[in-house]
Each structure stands twice: as C-alpha cells, then as structure tokens.
C-alpha cells in the first residue's frame, strides 16, 4: 500500500475562540448553527405548508429538539459505545467536554422529544418530524464537518488519490467525515429541499430521510475505521452499522405507511396537494 496522501489535512484548530477560560470549538458552533438553520427553515416550512405554528410553538419545539438531541446523543453514546467506562466512572457523563456524542441516540432523543412537544403545540407528531427532517441534514453536514476538523472519526487505511494522513500521523486514510458530511449532509439536504416542494402525506418525508440516512451510515462504514474500543462485530460489521440497521428498516416502513395513507385516500397535512412557492 501506497505510504504518502497526495491530499494533506488542513489541521484546522478545534478551538474557534478562547475568552478567558472559555474555549468556543467548531464542533460546538456547528451544533449551534445547525439548530439555528433548522429553526428558520422550519419557520419557512410552517408557512408554506399552512402547519399554524405560532412564534411560541416554533420556539418550544426547537428547545425541545435541543435538549432531546444532546441527552440522547450523549446517552446513546454511553450506551452503545462505552458502557464499561462509564460504569467505573458514571459521572464523566457529564463530561460532553470530551466528546461522544451518537447520532442514534440523539435520533432517538429528538424523537421522543418531538412526540412529546407534538402533543404541547397540537400538531401531529409525523407532521412535525417531517419538517425537522427537512432540517436535519444542516447539522449531519455541520457535524461531520467538525469532525474532520477534530481530527476523529477517520476511515481506514487506503491508497486512494484523496486519503489523507490525520493529524496524530500513521499511514493515509479515506477521510471518511467529509464522504458522510456529502451523503448525510449535502446530497441528503438536496433531496428533502426538492421533495418538501410537495405536499406529501404525514411521515413521508422522515421516513425518507431516515431510510437513506440508514444506507448513506451503512455505505460508509465500510472505509470507515471500527470504534477502537470495539472493533468489528459479528464479522466484518461495525456498531454504527448494526445501529442503522432498525434506522434503516423504520425509514422504508414509514414511506410505505405513507404511500399506503395517500392510496386510502387520508387527508394530507394541508389542504393542497401541491406547494406552489419554493421551499
């Protein structure tokens, strides 16, 4: 195998801005804009698609979204990818300093949260999630983004054009956080954009997400180095994998839940079928 990159990593400074003891880091602004692009997309979405979220409902919703994302990509990362750790020691969980933060759990999280806000603003729960799906790809772009910009999370090693040696040294790997940020982010962003220009029936269109988000997870694993500290699983498989799965298998059951809606006839999420200004 080839032992130099021809692409050379930026080695970008994880820390934006120090003020005093206080460090502002990528990652942290990415969650940050992230939230604030979903929140105004969001207002944009609640007009078009005549939803009646009030000012109020869109805040509630996004500090929902906010605290069900982080506990719950916290947690899932307790969970699913250092258990041990955390049992010796249970309150680095506190510790979000350090990183480890899981999409799934923070799927899950959001979700929950979005059930429960749902019933709060009086708006169907699947209406709801479509518009943060809508959204979503902002920050799985911004994401995988300070991830390349961490230095974590890099793929495996390879002779390809583009592979880079990461910062800490060693042999040339895919940069496997720019591949997800242009799945899971760009590509994914262009496909709800187009399909939000419809109206389409309730679950539809995070049903759609989810299911590509699943295969975009599962692609990439494939050149994406397995979690140190667990390695492959049942064979050449990764826990991210194995993770996307069920995500995967939910999404296709909600396109089929919602194809099958419209074929019955339901009543759609407004009362056009069509959404004649762009999203």
Same mark, same amino acid.
């Given at each position: 195998?080839?032992?130099?990159?021809?692409?050379?990593?930026?080695?970008?400074?994880?820390?934006?801005?120090?003020?005093?003891?206080?460090?502002? @880091?990528?990652?942290?602004?990415?969650?940050?804009?992230?939230?604030?692009?979903?929140?105004?997309?969001?207002?944009?979405?609640?007009?078009?698609?005549?939803?009646?979220?009030?000012?109020?409902?869109?805040?509630?919703?996004?500090?929902?979204?906010?605290?069900?994302?982080?506990?719950?990509? @916290?947690?899932?990362? $307790?969970?699913?990818?250092?258990?041990?750790?955390?049992?010796?020691?249970?309150?680095? /969980?506190?510790?979000?300093?350090?990183?480890?933060?899981?999409?799934?759990?923070?799927?899950?999280?959001?979700?929950?949260?979005?059930?429960?806000?749902?019933?709060?603003?009086?708006?169907?729960?699947? @209406? +709801?999630?479509?518009?943060?799906? /809508?959204?979503?790809?902002?920050?799985?772009?911004?994401?995988?983004?300070?991830?390349?910009?961490?230095?974590?999370?890099?793929?495996?090693?390879?002779?390809?054009?583009?592979?880079?040696?990461?910062?800490?040294?060693?042999?040339?790997?895919?940069?496997?956080?720019?591949?997800?940020? &242009?799945?899971?982010?760009?590509?994914?962003?262009? $496909?709800?954009?187009? +399909?939000?220009?419809?109206?389409?029936?309730?679950?539809?269109? $995070?049903?759609?997400?989810?299911? &590509?988000?699943?295969?975009?997870?599962?692609? /990439?694993?494939?050149?994406?180095?397995?979690? /140190?500290?667990?390695?492959?699983?049942?064979?050449?498989?990764?826990?991210?994998?194995?993770?996307?799965?069920?995500?995967?298998?939910?999404?296709?059951?909600?396109?089929?839940?919602?194809?099958?809606?419209?074929?019955?006839?339901?009543?759609?999420?407004?009362?056009?079928?069509?959404?004649?200004?762009?999203?």
């Amino acid at each position: 195998m080839t032992t130099f990159a021809l692409l050379t990593y930026p080695q970008i400074d994880p820390v934006l801005l120090r003020i005093g003891p206080l460090a502002v @880091r990528w990652y942290g602004l990415a969650y940050v804009i992230g939230f604030v692009g979903a929140g105004l997309l969001m207002r944009r979405l609640n007009r078009i698609w005549k939803v009646g979220l009030s000012a109020d409902a869109q805040l509630d919703i996004v500090l929902a979204a906010v605290v069900g994302l982080i506990v719950g990509a @916290r947690l899932g990362y $307790v969970l699913f990818y250092g258990l041990d750790g955390f049992i010796e020691s249970p309150q680095t /969980v506190f510790a979000l300093w350090d990183g480890g933060m899981s999409f799934h759990g923070g799927l899950i999280g959001i979700l929950l949260a979005g059930w429960l806000v749902s019933k709060r603003v009086h708006v169907p729960f699947l @209406r +709801l999630a479509d518009i943060g799906a /809508v959204g979503a790809p902002i920050g799985l772009f911004l994401g995988r983004l300070g991830n390349f910009i961490n230095g974590e999370l890099w793929g495996r090693a390879t002779d390809v054009p583009w592979a880079m040696i990461p910062p800490y040294g060693g042999v040339p790997r895919h940069p496997s956080q720019l591949y997800e940020a &242009l799945l899971e982010g760009l590509v994914l962003f262009i $496909v709800m954009m187009l +399909l939000a220009r419809k109206r389409l029936p309730d679950g539809m269109l $995070v049903g759609v997400m989810m299911s &590509l988000y699943g295969v975009f997870r599962i692609a /990439v694993e494939f050149v994406r180095e397995p979690d /140190v500290q667990l390695g492959f699983i049942l064979g050449p498989f990764t826990m991210g994998q194995l993770l996307s799965l069920p995500v995967l298998g939910a999404g296709v059951w909600l396109v089929w839940h919602a194809h099958r809606s419209r074929r019955d006839g339901e009543p759609l999420s407004g009362s056009d079928d069509t959404v004649d200004a762009p999203v």
